[in-house]
């Protein structure tokens, strides 16, 4: 576990969060929004079923290079990724776009 701690400089350095590891993956855990407010579980999730991703895939296909954008829904972002890491989708993942939806708040 990594012991990077990130301070809050307009809090009287009050601890906001700490940069922890997790199968190899770097993280930080939120409890709060930017407004101070807890989360709301059913309203993420309600937001999660608007985003969208754009996935680019670099390809090599005869002798010439393509890049396939997919547009994938964040519900069906996990059965993307079981069907690229199963070999259904070929290529390399070269770039992940986040399309948020209009009504944020």
Do not use: W
């Amino acid at each position: 576990m990594s012991k990077i701690t990130r301070f809050d400089p307009n809090s009287n350095n009050k601890k906001v969060a700490q940069l922890k590891a997790y199968l190899g993956f770097e993280y930080i855990k939120l409890k709060k929004d930017v407004n101070g407010l807890e989360f709301n579980f059913e309203h993420l999730s309600e937001y999660a079923k608007g985003v969208r991703y754009i996935i680019s895939v670099a390809r090599k296909t005869d002798g010439t290079t393509s890049v396939y954008n997919f547009f994938v829904e964040g519900v069906k972002l996990n059965i993307f990724f079981d069907a690229y890491f199963n070999g259904k989708i070929e290529g390399e993942i070269i770039d992940i776009d986040k399309l948020k939806p209009e009504n944020l708040a």
